[in-house]
């Protein structure tokens, strides 16, 4: 399983996550880390 590593501030870490329930995306294969800046 690919790991990836995203640097966000906490701000864009809810707007990702907005998104992600907007679209309701699935993201497969990927396990995604946030570090908050």
């Known amino acids: ?3 990836q590593k995203f ?3 906490e701000d ?3 707007s990702v996550q907005q998104l992600l ?3 309701k995306l699935k993201i ?3 396990k995604i ?3 908050l800046i």
């Open 28 to 30: 497969e294969g990927f």
């Open 21 to 23: 329930n907007e679209h």
């Open 7 to 9: 640097r966000v501030t």
């Open 12 to 14: 864009e870490l809810m």
């Open 33 to 35: 880390k946030y570090e």
């Open 1 to 3: 399983m690919a790991e």
